[in-house]
Nanobody, 126 residues
């Protein structure tokens, strides 16, 4: 079974940037539709960005133009670059994966994904 391990959770000021990484082990990342999700206490987990192959991406409207999702084939890592951070971006961030052949469009619905990382906390102060 594929394993996902996130890193990069930090505390930053509004307007700042950070980069989240998700190391994929046991299988090549190219086989998977990958996504980033976030959740705050008391709210449902929401999809932030997804990517299939290495170019087809989708984004939550509120992060378009600020966040960038990418896959690194050489390091087998999923990345999320977060720029112009806002306090509303504070959440636990999770990476997720599902085999591309099982994916129903590689979208932002968490129910579509089979494998999950443990999550890293991002806190954005105003």
């Amino acid at each position: 079974q594929v394993q996902l391990v996130e890193s990069g959770g930090v505390s930053v000021q509004a307007g700042g940037s950070l980069r989240q990484s998700c190391a994929v082990s046991k299988y090549a990342i190219a086989q998977f539709c990958m996504g980033w999700f976030r959740q705050v206490p008391g709210k449902e987990r929401e999809g932030v960005a997804s990517i299939v192959n290495f170019v087809a991406t989708k984004y939550l409207d509120s992060v378009k133009g600020r966040f960038t999702i990418s896959k690194d084939n050489t390091t087998n890592t999923l990345e999320l670059q977060l720029n112009s951070l806002e306090p509303e971006d504070s959440a636990m961030y999770y990476c997720a994966a599902v085999e591309s052949w099982r994916s129903k469009g590689c979208g932002l619905d968490s129910i579509e994904y089979s494998y999950w990382g443990q999550g890293t906390q991002v806190y954005v102060s105003s």
